[in-house]
């Protein structure tokens, strides 16, 4: 499986961006699929994911209200649009996969086995 984000960028506080991950895989629609984020000096962390289905999605607390994960299976595309971002949201966000339908795991990354390259998100103040 390989996994090709994009949209990342500059943009100031309270601003929005829309990130994409373009994935080849011929069974896209059955797996978990997830945003994570790592700023400098932080461990990768959690924002938000969803499953095969679409039916169950989560959002880590920092996020809710603000960001929605989607998906666009025709396309095999996974989608995260951020709303009124703020300072601390800036870091190289990542797409991921666990490459099965298994939600019991979604938030944990050691669960995602495949990984997109990541795109830098930069919130200024």
């Known amino acids: 499986v390989q996994l090709q984000a994009s949209g990342g960028g500059l943009v100031q506080a309270g601003g929005s961006l829309r990130l994409s991950c373009a994935a080849s895989?011929?069974?896209?629609?059955?797996?978990?699929w997830g945003w994570f984020r790592q700023a400098p000096g932080k461990e990768r962390e959690f924002v938000a994911a969803i499953t095969g289905s679409g039916g169950l999605i989560s959002y880590t607390d920092s996020v809710k209200g603000r960001f929605t994960i989607s998906r666009d299976n025709a396309k095999n595309t996974v989608y995260l649009q951020m709303n009124s971002l703020k300072p601390e949201d800036t870091a190289v966000y990542y797409c991921a996969t666990s490459g099965s339908s298994y939600t019991g795991k979604r938030l944990d990354r050691h669960e995602y086995r495949f990984w997109g390259q990541g795109t830098q998100v930069t919130v200024s103040s």
């Open positions: 895989t011929r069974t896209f629609s059955s797996y978990v």
